[in-house]
């Protein structure tokens, strides 16, 4: 398991040094993996089976800070010029290693999310945050890869790229956006930190908090990682309309 997670780790942060194993936190769904000696046949990993390692915040690295600087950009202009009738999606750590379209779906564009936007004319912004989207060496299908997803716009060598969702444009419902960054954070971790109220060093409480406003009814924001099969309230909040929040299928969070 060491030679593993060590593989993975210098893939992921070429150059830099991997922390000691008991820094590190292996878990493997709700199970932490406490002895990295043992091999994948003892703790009996399966082929296609996700492992999350969480770093030592303090030594945790970050990469690619022109993505960074532009992902802030856009959270401040999505913040900026929200309207009442537009829910923004923002999920971290997202890209899906070939677990499935049910996991691909989940946490890049949630079926009831969409079908709740599209049939209330309510403009859906979603932003995926992840490394591992400018990584051309993984050919996993992720959501874009769809037909009815149309690339608009790329830039950083394809680390930030920009789709719409041609089915709900071309039926005048709605706009829907899918903006993908390539960039890791810091505030990311097995329980994401805060449950996800930070992002790029950024209070999106404080950066949508025109949400609060009681002649907002049509907008919400949804925000954190929705990596597992059974949506954990430690790893997501919600900001806005309740009722709006309840209809993409989500449950108000805090409640």
Known sequence: MDAIVRRAY???????????????????????????????????????????????????????????????????????????????????????????????????????????????????????????????????????????WRLLSQEDDGKVRQYSYTPSVSAGACDVWLTVFSASLSEFSMELRDKGKIIAGLSMPEMFAVLQSSTITRSCLICGCFAFPELNARQYFTLGASEVIKGTGFAVNPP
Not at 97 to 119: A, E, F
């Open 10 to 148: 210098n893939a992921a942060y070429a150059g830099s040094t991997m922390p000691a194993a008991v820094e590190l936190k292996v878990s493997r769904g709700s199970k932490v993996l406490y002895n990295l000696s043992h091999t994948v046949a003892e703790l009996d990993i399966r082929e296609n089976e996700t492992l999350n390692v969480e770093l030592p915040r303090t030594m945790e690295p970050m990469r690619d800070d022109g993505v960074l600087d532009t992902l802030r950009r856009f959270l401040r202009v999505s913040a900026g010029e929200l309207g009442d009738g537009e829910v923004t999606f923002i999920s971290v750590a997202c890209f899906d290693n070939n677990h499935g379209w049910d996991s691909i779906i989940r946490q890049q564009c949630p079926v009831q999310l969409l079908r709740y936007c599209v049939n209330n004319g309510i403009d859906l912004n979603i932003i995926l945050i992840d490394p591992a989207f400018a990584d051309s060496s993984l050919k996993y299908p992720q959501i874009y890869d769809q037909q009815e």
